[in-house]
């Protein structure tokens, strides 16, 4: 009898603790609730799921956290199509807001075929990597060197490799997300509003001369597109030509036409147009490695 009363008595304190910490769990979770607006799930519903970052959020959620408290329009989503960020304007009762899609841009044109390499890097497959012996083996120091970590990086399969060894953006794929900014040891990558069509796709500060006999489509400071823009559009700085786009409405291709490398482009969709007076660039094959260039 001692027995049975002694678990008897065991199950009614097992009893009696489990409902005290039911009630406290209970009033902790009425105490401690935070409501959550549950359009904030149905946004995210409608969001591509990227988590890229490009709107300048944390991922998707937290952007839908953001747009249902009012804080960021739905057009910010750059990666959403179009009629789904209008669909979750009209679904919060809220204007889609104007923001412009962004890309990435290349500030090279010296494939391997145009642009010649003083040594032959053998060491680890990455750009980061090849940079730390002596920039890498290319003779342009600012140039590319062409062995893809911003296309390894991206998530997006918006960067290929061309025959000749430069990346290339799908315009329509990229996010924005500025991953290939980040892991380009050249910092060639930066991130533009589609609008910008003007564009220098060269970073070389070497002078005239050198930069030429370095990369063929090198900017070698000459001026024209300087005289041939708009007022203060175009400036030269350091060797390099420099495009004020606080003043883009001005721009136009005739700045590209007098350009003697081409090294100065107008962006026209899916086409990199260059001027009439760029050398035409026939060679397909690699340059071959040469340490003697300047």
Not at 59 to 84: H, L, Q, T
Not at 96 to 122: P, T
Not at 150 to 169: K, R, T, W, Y
Request: glycine share 10%; aromatic share 6%; with cysteine.
């Amino acid at each position: 009898m001692e027995v049975i009363s002694g678990v008897a008595m065991a199950g009614v304190f097992m009893a009696i603790l489990g409902s005290a910490l039911a009630w406290m769990l209970a009033l902790a979770n009425k105490r401690l609730y935070v409501y959550e607006d549950p359009r904030i799930e149905q946004v995210e519903q409608m969001l591509p799921k990227a988590n890229c970052g490009a709107c300048g959020t944390a991922g998707c959620r937290n952007f839908a956290e953001k747009v249902v408290a009012g804080e960021i329009a739905p057009g910010k989503c750059s990666v959403n199509a179009p009629d789904m960020n209008a669909y979750i304007a009209n679904f919060l009762g809220v204007a889609m807001g104007d923001v412009e899609k962004q890309v990435a841009r290349l500030a090279c044109a010296g494939g391997n075929h145009v642009a010649w390499q003083r040594a032959k890097y053998a060491g680890l497959g990455t750009c980061r990597a090849a940079a730390t012996v002596s920039g890498g083996g290319k003779a342009c120091a600012w140039g590319c060197l062409g062995l893809g970590d911003c296309e390894a990086e991206c998530d997006f399969d918006a960067i290929s490799m061309n025959q000749h060894g430069l990346p290339e953006v799908n315009v329509d794929l990229c996010t924005a997300c500025g991953d290939c900014v980040d892991v380009c040891p050249k910092d060639l990558f930066s991130l533009q509003p589609v609008s910008h069509k003007l564009w220098v796709a060269c970073k070389s500060r070497a002078e005239g001369d050198v930069a030429e006999a370095q990369c063929q489509v090198a900017c070698i400071a000459c001026g024209k597109c300087v005289m041939d823009a708009a007022p203060g559009l175009i400036h030269l700085d350091n060797n390099l030509a420099v495009i004020d786009y606080s003043r883009n409405n001005l721009a136009s291709p005739m700045a590209i036409e007098r350009c003697p490398t081409g090294a100065i482009v107008w962006l026209d969709d899916s086409r990199t147009l260059r001027g009439r007076e760029a050398k035409k660039i026939i060679r397909i094959e690699s340059l071959p490695v040469s340490a003697n260039v300047v």
